[in-house]
């Protein structure tokens, strides 16, 4: 017998599948403002000014000094690493393809958010909660396999022929 919560329904999933693809334009929105080549470093603005304000009002000694040490000193490499995360977690729930994968980095990049700049007193912290609690949600399940290509990949995955292929089965809990 197959437990099914109380809340759970036929529309269920699609209501996941519209919030999944909603987070995902979140996050595509967000990529607009971390513009390159420099992020912000010559005018000390957009991505590069946020991540000082990491170092000013983080909550954690060790987040603080990992961003003062490592992040500022090498804010290009970083700058780059996070603008590309964020183009794939946007996109892979967008839709809907290794949405697993991209809940994962979503919820570490709701988590370093969460604890660089929660304590910023021109933010709202419960933002970066309900970001971390929609990754955590998407993580949860198999978000993309409904109104996604996850679905899709997923029936091809599950075929005899590769069913017993391990990078089949690594591919299919990213589904």
Known sequence: MK??????GRGTPYALGALRIAYGILWLQQTTWKVPPDFGLTRKDGLYYWTGEMVKYSFLSPHKFFVESV????FLFFAWLTLLTELF??????????SRLGAFLALAMSANLLVGLARHPGEWPWSYLMLLGYALLFLSGHPGRTLGLDGWLSRRLHRPALAGRLWARALGLLT
């Open 3 to 8: 437990f099914e919560p109380k809340w759970s």
């Open 71 to 74: 992040v500022l000193p090498n």
């Open 89 to 98: 977690i946007g996109f892979s729930h967008l839709v809907g393809v290794v």
